[in-house]
Each structure stands twice: as structure tokens, then as C-alpha cells.
């Protein structure tokens, strides 16, 4: 099993004297390899007749976890990511002093995001994390909170990078019925529990890309709903890629700004696996 599994003692997934199932006699469902935990046959019940007679179905902890992990795969987060925690951002991987340190004031920032959640959904306030270098870790912070949110409150968030967000809405008017899965797409967009929008500043900007960002951006910005940035662009910089400056205005009060460090964790990485490539071959 993956990382995942180490969610489910967070979860406040007991077995205690709450889940008598686990413990009474009359157990009629077979545990089977189906389940994780070999409690139930792989269908998340147990069917068990108590002492009273009465026969009644109970729900096995491994339920729980597909449902779990349903709602990463729901998220759209990227396979690589899907395990992904806070303190998975590692600040031990940046070199630079400078570096350690933004990285430590962001994690803190993603840390407290999570644990205050509620107040900042009713305040309206979100994250923007930006920095010009690719692969600082802007992704990797804001997935792992993404993580974090599903895990602490069972929220259904999406996650998408806005390069890919304005592409499946120019595909969808090449489809049958274009009007309304265009319609669809903005309103999945606008709608979301929460939205990550990756690499905002990536894409290549029109009249009709800022229009359509302008509007998800607002609709959110009006009902209070949680929108993560990533970039590679300060806020205060956003009115040269997108001259109509509503995009601007809208971050600038739907979000809190934190820097990321201006050195590629993504290169370190790299370099460190081709090392390790390198001595498998030597031997």
C-alpha cells in the first residue's frame, strides 16, 4: 500500500467499543483479501446478527478509505502528488540560507492555513504562492494542502493548472451540445469547494482567456469560496499579463501572498536521483 494508509489513524477511524461488529459473534460476512483490513468481503459491510437476534449491516473502516481515496482521484490531483502531505515539503532540500528560510515562513503559512481553515472560508481569504522559479515547490505546497483539507474536513476540491483549465474549455466547443459543456466546465470551476489553480501567468494570454479567468475569479471571490494560487509572478505584476487588471484586484483581495524560494527544488531532485542512477551503474 501506499502513503496513504497513514492517513487513516488521522482520520479518527476508531475500532473501539463504538464498532461492536468487530468484536461480537455472528459475524455472516466473510472477511476476504478484498479488504484491507480483512474485515469485511470487500464491499465495506459486515453482516452480523447481534445478540438481541436482530441482523444488521455495519461499516468496515476500509470503506472509508475508498472513499478517501475516491475523493483525491475526484480532485484531479496528479498521481505523483496524491500522498502528498505538508510535511512532505522538506525545507531541508533547498541549499540556499535564503531559500530555507521563505521556505520555512510558507510552510508555516500552509500549516496554519489548514488548521484555520474555517475561519479564513469565512473571511474569504485564500493563498497565492509565487515565485519565478519553476520547480521551487509552489505545486507540491499547495497539493499538500489540498491533501490536508480532504483529509481534515472532507472537502471535494479541484485541483487544475490553469493551462489546462483554459484548454478543456477551448476543446469543449468542439464537441456535440458545445454551449452547455462549456457551461459545465465554468460552472465546475466557479462552483468548487476548492480550487487550486496552478501556474496562473503560464499561459498564453487573450481577451478571451482573461474574460473567462475574470469570471470564475469573481463568481468565487462574491460567494466566498477558497481559491489556491500558484505563480510565477507577484501580485503587484499581474496588470502587465493581464491588462484589464480585474484579475489583479480580484487575488489581491481573495488572497494572502507568500513568497516561495527562488531556487528549483525540481533540479536538486533531479540531481540527487541521477547520482544515485550513476553509482547503480559504477557497481
Given amino acids: 500500500m501506499n502513503k496513504l494508509q497513514d492517513i487513516l489513524p488521522k482520520m479518527n477511524i476508531s475500532n473501539d467499543s463504538d464498532r461492536p461488529l468487530y468484536k461480537m459473534p455472528g459475524r455472516l460476512t466473510k472477511a476476504t483479501d ?3 483490513y480483512r474485515e469485511c468481503d470487500g464491499s ?5 446478527i447481534k445478540e438481541n437476534g436482530y441482523e444488521v449491516m455495519m461499516v468496515c473502516k476500509c470503506k472509508e478509505y475508498k472513499e478517501l481515496l475516491e475523493q483525491i482521484k475526484t480532485a484531479r490531483i496528479p498521481a505523483d ?3 502528498k502531505r505538508i510535511n512532505d515539503f522538506d525545507i531541508k532540500m533547498y541549499q540556499e540560507k535564503d531559500s530555507v528560510r521563505v521556505a520555512q515562513y510558507a510552510k508555516k503559512i500552509a500549516t496554519s492555513y489548514v488548521t484555520q481553515y474555517p475561519e479564513m472560508e469565512d473571511m474569504g481569504k485564500e493563498l497565492y504562492f509565487y515565485s519565478n522559479t519553476k520547480g521551487s515547490g509552489k505545486t507540491l505546497l499547495s497539493i499538500a494542502i489540498t491533501n490536508e483539507l480532504i483529509i481534515k474536513y472532507q472537502i471535494k476540491p479541484i485541483y487544475i493548472s490553469v493551462v489546462n483549465m483554459l484548454n478543456e474549455m477551448k476543446h469543449s466547443f468542439t464537441n456535440k451540445d458545445s454551449n452547455r459543456n462549456f457551461y459545465n466546465l465554468m460552472e465546475s470551476f466557479k462552483q468548487a469547494p476548492v480550487l487550486v489553480m496552478d501556474d496562473l501567468g ?3 494570454t487573450t481577451d478571451w482567456s482573461e474574460e473567462v479567468l475574470t469570471q470564475i475569479l469573481d463568481e468565487r471571490m462574491s460567494y466566498k469560496r477558497p481559491t489556491i494560487i500558484t505563480s510565477n509572478k507577484p501580485i503587484q505584476l499581474l496588470h502587465k499579463m493581464y491588462p484589464a487588471g480585474r ?3 480580484r487575488i489581491e483581495k481573495m488572497t494572502f501572498p507568500a513568497l516561495m524560494p527562488e531556487e528549483s527544488v525540481r533540479e536538486i531532485i533531479a540531481r540527487q536521483e541521477n547520482e544515485q542512477i550513476a553509482k547503480l551503474f559504477l557497481n
Avoid at 465495506?44 to 452480523?48: D, E, N
Fill in 44 to 48: 465495506g459491510l459486515i453482516h452480523v
Fill in 247 to 249: 484579475i489583479k484586484s
Fill in 34 to 36: 478484498d479488504c484491507m
Fill in 81 to 83: 502528488y496524491l500522498d
Fill in 202 to 204: 503560464v499561459e498564453k
